[in-house]
């Protein structure tokens, strides 16, 4: 299998790029910001629970995002690998993942940590906001709010991986091209 975790800060590009590289590398994509807007539009309990925390721009609980994840991993068994965007975005998630993984004999092949600085960041998510109808891409302090949460709790999940050896640092700067080839640069060389 081949495991990515495609890594960086909100509005990284991390949703944008993984749409592209699902179809290079017949992979399943997990996204577990997607999932969680599926349970608020279908309303279920754990919508209900998630919204409050997602609007405000805080994370929701580990053990949401993890069973969530380890659903997905049993409903998808046969799959030729997974794309995780925007999980794990704790330690606690990360190592949650491995373990999740390694009791099914897998592993993450690799991360690929997007680098886009702040400013640019805000101003991408501001414009996505007039388009994607996402409450928390409307409002400059929600935003703020995000990258803080990142800042504190997801950066320190790129050295979960970096001493495992298994960290990619990707310029998140340039076309939505460039950038997919650096990520398929990266991804090539690992899997070979
Ligand atoms: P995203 O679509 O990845 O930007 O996620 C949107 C929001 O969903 C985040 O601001 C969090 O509130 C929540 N969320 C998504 N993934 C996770 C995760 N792995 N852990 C905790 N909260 C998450």
Not at 19 to 45: A, C, F, P
């Given at each position: 299998?081949?495991?990515?975790?495609?890594?960086?800060?909100?509005?990284?590009?991390?949703g944008?790029?993984?749409?592209?590289l699902?179809?290079?590398?017949?992979?399943?994509?997990?996204?577990t910001?997607?999932?969680?807007?599926?349970?608020i539009?279908?309303?279920?309990?754990?919508?209900?629970?998630?919204?409050?925390?997602?609007?405000?721009?805080?994370?929701v609980p580990?053990?949401?995002?993890?069973?969530?994840?380890?659903n997905?991993?049993?409903?998808?068994?046969s799959?030729?690998?997974?794309?995780?965007?925007?999980?794990?975005?704790?330690?606690?998630?990360?190592?949650?993942?491995?373990?999740?993984?390694?009791?099914?004999?897998?592993?993450?092949?690799?991360?690929?940590?997007?680098?886009?600085?702040?400013?640019?960041l805000?101003?991408?998510?501001?414009?996505?906001?007039?388009?994607s109808?996402?409450?928390?891409?409307?409002?400059?302090?929600?935003?703020?709010?995000?990258?803080?949460?990142?800042?504190?709790?997801?950066?320190?999940?790129?050295?979960h991986?970096?001493?495992?050896?298994?960290?990619?640092?990707?310029?998140?700067?340039?076309?939505?091209?460039?950038?997919?080839?650096?990520?398929t640069?990266?991804?090539?060389?690992?899997?070979?």
């Amino acid at each position: 299998m081949l495991n990515l975790v495609l890594f960086g800060p909100p509005g990284a590009g991390k949703g944008t790029q993984s749409e592209r590289l699902i179809e290079q590398y017949k992979l399943v994509h997990l996204s577990t910001g997607d999932m969680l807007r599926s349970e608020i539009n279908q309303q279920t309990e754990l919508g209900l629970r998630a919204r409050k925390l997602m609007d405000e721009g805080q994370l929701v609980p580990d053990e949401v995002v993890i069973g969530i994840i380890e659903n997905q991993l049993d409903n998808n068994a046969s799959a030729a690998g997974f794309i995780f965007d925007g999980f794990p975005r704790t330690v606690a998630q990360a190592s949650a993942l491995d373990q999740a993984l390694s009791a099914r004999n897998e592993a993450i092949t690799a991360m690929l940590a997007l680098q886009v600085p702040e400013e640019e960041l805000i101003k991408r998510l501001l414009e996505r906001g007039k388009e994607s109808g996402r409450s928390d891409d409307q409002d400059e302090s929600i935003i703020r709010n995000r990258i803080q949460e990142y800042e504190n709790k997801t950066a320190p999940v790129a050295q979960h991986y970096e001493q495992q050896g298994k960290l990619h640092t990707i310029n998140g700067l340039g076309s939505i091209e460039d950038i997919y080839q650096r990520l398929t640069n990266a991804i090539d060389a690992v899997k070979a």
